[in-house]
Nanobody, 124 residues
Framework: QVHVVESGGGSVQAGGSLRLSCEAS????????LAWFRQAPGKEREGVAT???????SYADSVQGRFTVSQDKAKRTLDLLMVSLRPEDTGTYYC??????????????????WGQGTQVTVSS
């Protein structure tokens, strides 16, 4: 059963912007927080951005200052605005549900459900 669905993504040149959106099912949204991960070719999946139970954002060092995460509780969504994109941001971006007790974590250890992923390609 699919609990989180991503949309957005695409191909841009370096310096460009993209917005990703993640929508969660009502079932999972009441049990978990949402987070964004990404996986570059040949690399491990890494946590990019999330919000904790109080709504405070958290970012990987590599995207701090360039990516902004925002949630809409009424719509059960977590958006990721990415600006000043770099070729090294290329990869498949996944939305994930993180168990409530670990909200704010960007570790894969606490993920209970993954989206299908959306591709982001940044060309130089």
């Amino acid at each position: 059963q699919v609990h989180v669905v991503e949309s957005g993504g695409g191909s841009v040149q370096a310096g460009g912007s993209l917005r990703l959106s993640c929508e969660a099912s009502e079932y999972i949204y009441n049990k978990a927080c949402l987070a964004w991960f990404r996986q570059a070719p040949g690399k491990e999946r890494e946590g990019v951005a999330t919000v904790d139970s109080a709504g405070a954002p958290s970012y990987a060092d590599s995207v701090q200052g360039r990516f902004t995460v925002s949630q809409d509780k009424a719509k059960r969504t977590l958006d990721l605005l990415m600006v000043s994109l770099r070729p090294e941001d290329t990869g498949t971006y996944y939305c994930a549900a993180v168990i409530w007790s670990r909200c704010g974590s960007r570790s894969r250890d606490w993920v209970t459900s993954w989206g299908q992923g959306t591709q982001v390609t940044v060309s130089s």
